[in-house]
């Protein structure tokens, strides 16, 4: 089964970026977050909008 969810530091190590820039992204609405208990989960399909996203406004 495929992961819906990662947390904020596997988002952070796979996306390159610290953890006070994936908490930035979370407050823009360009990354979806879900609270489970005290966890802040990151949904891998808005980590995939925002990689995409980002790969067209590079290339255009």
Do not use: D
């Amino acid at each position: 089964m495929e992961q819906l969810v990662v947390s904020i530091n596997a988002a952070a190590q796979t996306l390159g970026l610290g953890r006070t820039s994936i908490y930035a992204l979370i407050k823009l609405k360009r990354i979806e977050a879900i609270k489970v208990g005290r966890r802040t989960l990151l949904t891998t399909a808005s980590i995939r909008r925002f990689v995409e996203e980002r790969g067209s406004a590079t290339t255009h």
